[in-house]
């Protein structure tokens, strides 16, 4: 398969927004999407996902209200809108995806769950 590839990552000030990119043409057997960021010093935290048979998003509570996955009606892009960045999204940004049941897809922010296919990353930098 083709290796995800992120995009659209950058430098911004508090406040400003960007959007992140992620192809995932070959994929589509995989119904489960999501984004993680990982910052210096810190763990990989999940922060957005969506289980595409139904469209339903899951988010962090600290994104929520601010970013917003979503997936273009061709289903070849994964994306995430972050608006209002703060300083604290400061992290290199990963896309994710797998094939998971939707009870499994809807935990994820819940508890650990293994994706097999990762991109390479984006870095996003927010600054005061």
């Known amino acids: 398969q083709v290796p995800l590839v992120e995009s659209g990552g950058g430098s911004v000030q508090a406040g400003g927004s960007l959007r992140l990119s992620c192809g995932v043409s070959?994929?589509?057997?995989?119904?489960?999407m999501g984004w993680f960021r990982q910052a210096p010093g810190k763990e990989r935290e999940g922060i957005a996902f969506i289980y595409t048979l139904s469209g339903s998003t899951y988010y962090a509570d600290s994104v929520k209200g601010r970013f917003t996955i979503s997936q273009d009606n061709g289903k070849n892009t994964l994306y995430l809108q972050m608006n209002s960045l703060k300083p604290e999204d400061t992290a290199r940004y990963y896309c994710?995806?797998?094939?998971?049941?939707?009870?499994?897809?809807?935990?994820?922010?819940?508890?650990?769950?293994?994706?097999?296919?990762w991109g390479q990353g984006t870095q996003v930098t927010v600054s005061s």
């Open positions: 994710a995806v797998d094939r998971f049941s939707w009870a499994t897809c809807s935990d994820t922010l819940n508890r650990e769950i293994k994706f097999r296919y």
């Open positions: 070959g994929y589509t057997y995989s119904n489960c």
